[in-house]
């Protein structure tokens, strides 16, 4: 059992965990990830780890409330402890000898993209952050990526904070001003990395993506987080989750995602309607 030391919320959607785990805490790397599972008769899922402190044994998680198992793992409180808590898993990032980056988040994915750009400054690269949300109640980790980047875009699509705008708005701006970099790293939603990884592939730039499939076991047994890179069948958990931007089957990706979303709304249903009653 894994206690929860801090939990807080980040947006109204978006809830940030510190979770007992002195071994994971020991060897996590910045773009590695865990699979939890609530209680004994619950489902796995991966959650990215978003921070971790060696000294005190902890891991940062941050969940997007979106499932079943995301409503009963926020139904959980501080003290109280998730039943699995399994990792660290995936490669990590490869990050060693960048010298200048330009970190691209979007939404709750900037719980992932926040990590890499903390290492690319602690290695000392110059980092270049460009972070976008729906709007301004939407946003997270502000701060934190203020602190760790030499240059911070902050975009949401109202103009409700920062620059209206997406991030591809923002990194054309970038590139067409004369920045060179090194590689970009884009962590979102699909369209998102689609679009980035398209625009980049204009300008010749490296860009690497972390795809956050589906996954159930999370050591390649089960298949269900393959994707297509560079015409091959490649699995998120063992072989990514970062894989070349440019060689992803986006589309195949999306249309894949989508095949579960009837089932996820129902079982989301579901799992609130019964939370709900237990409060009652």
Known sequence: MFKILKKRELNPTVTLMDVDAPLIAKKAEPGQFI??????????IPLTVADYDREK???????QRVGATTEKLNALNEGECICDFVGPLGVPSHVDGLKKVAVVGGGVGCAIAYPIA???HALGAEVHSIVG??????????????????????????GSHGTQGLVTNALKELLESGEKYDEV??????????????????????????????????????????????????FACVDGPDFDGHEVDFDEAIERTSMYKPFERKAREETCNLLQKEVQ
Do not use: H, Q, W
């Open 35 to 44: 699979i939890l599972r609530v209680d004994e008769d619950g489902e796995r």
């Open 57 to 63: 044994g902890i891991v940062t998680i941050i969940y």
């Open 118 to 120: 903390k290492k690319l």
């Open 133 to 158: 949300f729906r709007n301004k109640d939407l946003v997270i980790l502000e701060d934190e990526f203020a602190a760790v980047s030499d240059k911070l875009c902050m975009m949401t699509d109202d």
């Open 185 to 234: 790293i884009t962590i979102g939603p699909l369209v998102m990395m689609k679009f980035v990884c398209a625009l980049t592939k204009e300008y010749g730039v490296k860009t690497t993506v972390s795809m956050n499939t589906i996954m159930i076991d999370g050591t390649g047994m089960c298949g269900s987080c393959r994707l297509s890179v560079g015409g091959e069948t490649k």
